[in-house]
T-cell receptor, first 112, second 114 residues
Framework: QQQVKQSPQSLIVQKGGISIINCAYE??????FPWYQQFPGKGPALLIA?????SEKKEGRFTISFNKSAKQFSLHIMDSQPGDSATYFC???????????FGDGTTLTVKP | DTGVSQNPRHKITKRGQNVTFRCDPI?????LYWYRQTLGQGPEFLTY????????KSRLLSDRFSAERPKGSFSTLEIQRTEQGDSAMYLC????????????FGSGTRLTVV
């Protein structure tokens, strides 16, 4: 049972454009929603995260939008740069339970 | 502290052999996780420790897989009688007890079973 669905699978944007990646979850017990960035040959690295009591969180060029009623959240990358080219994973966890459930990832390519 | 360290980085083994991977977490993190990642997929939960106690194991973790975290420090993941389907990247991560700080992942151990 896939509890976190991520889309699109791949995304190509021009330098300076906005990249948007979407995720949907099913388990209402989830209380922490992080996004990870992964480069080839490396482990995922925490990018930004949000709790369900907040509808938006911004850190630099990265923003998470969260819609609790729709059970959806998204990552927006403003002014996308070629260095942002990577695979992005959304995740959801119940912090009492410990483990996280990950989406299948979005491969972002930013063209110069 | 240099982050989460995993060894070896790569392992090629013949089918049927046993392999063991090691993970050294960030020293102040008391939670440690093992995940498996195959090409084109997100990390898949295998097991999780809080200090030395193994609190949860995925149903995906067959009896050929065993993990330990003696004294709540480093952890080992052993796969017995490896199969070609075990080929994957094995990721270790650690976090603080609150769970609201996200994971710090290691660079993983890539296992190839031939």
């Amino acid at each position: 049972q896939q509890q976190v669905k991520q889309s699109p699978q791949s995304l190509i944007v021009q330098k300076g454009g906005i990249s948007i990646i979407n995720c949907a979850y099913e388990n209402t017990a989830f209380d922490y929603f992080p996004w990870y960035q992964q480069f080839p040959g490396k482990g995922p690295a925490l990018l930004i995260a949000i709790r369900p009591d907040v509808s938006e969180k911004k850190e630099g060029r990265f923003t998470i939008s969260f819609n609790k009623s729709a059970k959806q959240f998204s990552l927006h990358i403003m002014d996308s740069q070629p260095g942002d080219s990577a695979t992005y994973f959304c995740a959801a966890s119940n912090t009492n339970a410990g483990k996280s459930t990950f989406g299948d990832g979005t491969t972002l390519t930013v063209k110069p | 502290d240099t982050g989460v360290s995993q060894n070896p980085r790569h392992k090629i083994t013949k089918r049927g052999q046993n392999v063991t991977f090691r993970c050294d977490p960030i020293s102040e993190h008391n939670r440690l996780y093992w995940y498996r990642q195959t090409l084109g997929q997100g990390p898949e939960f295998l097991t999780y420790f809080q200090n030395e106690a193994q609190l949860e194991k995925s149903r995906l973790l067959s009896d050929r897989f065993s993990a330990e975290r003696p004294k709540g420090s480093f952890s080992t993941l052993e796969i017995q009688r490896t199969e070609q389907g075990d080929s994957a990247m094995y990721l270790c991560a650690s976090s603080l007890n609150t769970g609201f700080d996200g994971y710090t992942f290691g660079s993983g151990t890539r296992l190839t079973v031939v």
